[in-house]
């Protein structure tokens, strides 16, 4: 497998420890209405873990089980710290159940989860105590501790469910931008994280200083307040989970964005027609792409407008021309163009082919 790294130095533990070992099993149904109280929820996303120093006797082991749920198989990995026990078995079965009672898509079979005690996973997600989970998007893995944190407040289920909506995120487009940093496309949108980002209101895959404003962290806790709607947002206040962002982040995990809308434009153009405008809608931020094929010997140009302001046009010698923008919707639901062709010399009839994010 893709293993969390370990290495064979450090603190050793002993066959005698981890016999004594046990996890603690979740209760899916009782921890779905779990209170959580004042906390500060602290967690990051990573590249990959960094090695563990803790090994058996006989050298380093980790044992990976697999579990079957709704026809998908997740795979989990016990730390060397806990021996292979029925009771060790039975609780990381609950683990899945739980995952597998939140609304998920096709993802879930991609899963891997390692558990490990409170030590080892803030050394493998390479932060302080404060870091109470981790999720690697390279290995599809979140890294959970076996049991509840001393001190109250945070809960190992929330943190499962918040490491998940990373999980979700590192599976769904939200093309140019990557979705594990930005959030996928449907609550991207909503957000209005392009334009944000644009004016340093969010932080896209920022897990330092702007930790609180990083969208990737905001769509993760969203997925989180689906189960925990009392629990408090300790994200960017522009995040704040509202009824529209969550409806956004449900179509991207039932029903995702599959690539932009496609699309051909056609119109003539001669001695009475020098210019052919076009209505265009923006629903998503994304690309916008327009591909112009006129006829032979003609030199047509495009040329895209927003708001009377001319946002690019192409001047080639020909009428081959090509012409993308990324568009930001700024804090409008939608954003409409106009995209013009325009006659330079020759006449007859043109297509223009089109791409929108949505």
Request: with cysteine.
């Given at each position: 497998m893709a293993a969390v790294a370990l290495c064979a130095s450090g603190a050793v533990a002993s066959p005698a420890l981890a016999a004594s070992r046990t996890i603690e099993p979740l209760e899916p149904q009782a921890s779905s209405t779990a209170g959580v109280g004042a906390w500060f929820f602290r967690d990051r996303v990573i590249g990959q873990p960094r090695p563990l120093a803790t090994a058996?006797?006989?050298?380093?082991?980790?044992?990976?089980?697999?579990?079957?749920?709704?026809?998908?198989?997740?795979?989990?990995?016990?730390?060397?710290?806990?021996?292979?026990?029925?009771?060790?078995?039975?609780?990381?079965?609950?683990?899945?159940?739980?995952?597998?009672?939140?609304?998920?898509?096709?993802?879930?079979?991609?899963?891997?989860?390692?558990?490990?005690?409170?030590?080892?996973?803030?050394?493998?997600?390479?932060?302080?105590?404060?870091?109470?989970?981790?999720?690697?998007?390279?290995?599809?893995?979140?890294?959970?501790?076996?049991?509840?944190?001393?001190?109250?407040?945070?809960?190992?289920?929330?943190?499962?469910?918040?490491?998940?909506?990373?999980?979700?995120?590192?599976?769904?487009?939200?093309?140019p931008w990557p979705a594990i940093s930005h959030g996928a496309k449907y609550w991207a949108s909503y957000e209005h994280v392009c334009a944000r980002a644009a004016k340093q209101q969010l932080f896209p895959g920022d897990e330092g200083s702007h930790y609180a404003a990083n969208p990737g962290e905001g769509f993760a806790d969203t997925y989180a307040h689906l189960y925990y709607p009392s629990a408090p947002f300790q994200f960017a206040p522009i995040m704040r989970p509202t009824p529209g962002s969550r409806a956004a982040l449900r179509r991207d995990v039932l029903d995702p964005w599959r690539g932009p809308r496609r699309s051909t434009l056609r119109g003539a153009l001669g001695a009475n027609a020098a210019v052919r405008s076009f209505t265009i809608r923006q629903s998503l931020d994304g690309s916008l792409s327009f591909r112009l094929l006129g006829p032979p010997g003609s030199n047509y140009d495009l040329q895209l407008v927003n708001r009377g302001r001319v946002v690019r046009r192409t001047t080639a010698p020909s009428s081959h021309d090509r012409l993308t923008v990324l568009g930001c919707r700024a804090d409008a639901p939608s954003a409409t163009y106009s995209l013009r062709v325009l006659r330079r010399g020759g006449s007859g009839r043109f297509s223009v082919s089109t791409e929108i994010a949505g």
């Open positions: 058996a006797v006989d050298g380093p082991r980790i044992l990976t089980l697999h579990y079957a749920v709704g026809g998908q198989t997740v795979e989990i990995a016990l730390s060397p710290s806990f021996a292979d026990i029925p009771q060790n078995r039975a609780a990381a079965r609950t683990l899945v159940t739980f995952l597998g009672s939140h609304i998920h898509g096709a993802e879930l079979g991609q899963l891997r989860v390692f558990i490990g005690t409170p030590v080892e996973v803030s050394l493998l997600c390479g932060g302080g105590p404060e870091v109470l989970g981790c999720y690697s998007p390279t290995q599809h893995r979140m890294l959970v501790p076996d049991r509840e944190p001393p001190g109250g407040g945070y809960t190992r289920e929330y943190a499962m469910t918040h490491e998940y909506g990373h999980h979700i995120a590192s599976l769904r487009s939200n093309a």
